[in-house]
């Protein structure tokens, strides 16, 4: 089994490759697994999946929650594996720099910081303070081989405005940042005017209606990274939801008709358990 900084190093070379590389955001063991035996190369927590595996809504979790969600997912997996962490659950810069370091302590390869602040008022930090933010979660995440993912959130709060987005990445690229991220983009011209505005790596978000954009597409605007956000947990979901739905209204059963198969979901795990070391059977 990879160490932590194997891992991270990894993760990090993942984003210096020719393509672009999709990051499956997995909420249990059995969804790591999948995504491991399909083959792709590093997994992603999300902050909504996390919260609904628990009956909460997306920030109502603790730190303690996630990062024992994070380390659940670590665990069982031989992948390098990052963290959706929100705002760094605290405003101040020195919250976000523990945070961090509890992050890199679980094993996690890397973690994203947003500058939504969790204020109606004002859902989005004034740019000296996030920028201090991000300073802070740069410089200890160096000290863990962590890589640091930083996000703009303008466009998921109303406040879509590209030229303020893109001052805000270009400042969290010289703060140390290590990837950037700017979720909701309208458009592939907005995608390509981010990419271009950066040095280093740029993860684009699917799961909005109308805003996934193919990968093929992506990587001619420049993307180096592709996350998949809840997209997944609410596919899941919407199967759970039809095959509810079939029992209660028709009190037929034909959704058994196309599950998967006990001894294949078996297989995913056994496969996961033997790439990291452990028990197969």
Known sequence: MPNAHE?????????????PFV???VWDGGSAAIMQGLGFKALATSSAACAATLG????DVTRDEALTHAGLIVS???LPVAADLENGFGH???????TIRFAAATGLAGGSIEDASGDPAAPIYEFAHAVERVTAAAEE??????VLTARAENFLHDRPDLDDTVRRLQAYERAGA??????????????????????????????????????????????????LSTSLYRAAMTAVLAAAREVRDAGTFGYVESLIRSDELAGYLKQQAAARGGPAG
């Not at 891992?7 to 393509?19: T, V």
């Not at 909460?56 to 920030?59: A, E, N």
């Not at 995440?141 to 962590?146: P, S």
């Open 56 to 59: 909460k809504l997306d920030g």
């Open 178 to 227: 290590d990837v950037l991220f700017a979720p909701g983009l309208p458009d592939l011209a907005a995608v390509r005017t981010v990419c271009r505005a950066l040095k280093r790596p740029v993860n684009f978000m699917v799961g909005i209606r109308g805003k996934s954009f193919a990968v093929s597409d992506l990587a001619a605007a420049g993307v180096k990274r592709i996350s």
């Open 92 to 98: 101040a810069p020195e919250t976000v720099a523990e």
């Open 7 to 19: 891992l991270a190093a990894r993760f990090r070379a993942l984003h210096a490759g020719a393509d």
């Open 141 to 146: 995440a160096r000290r863990h081989h962590f």
């Open 76 to 78: 069982v997996s031989a």
């Open 23 to 25: 990051i499956p955001n």
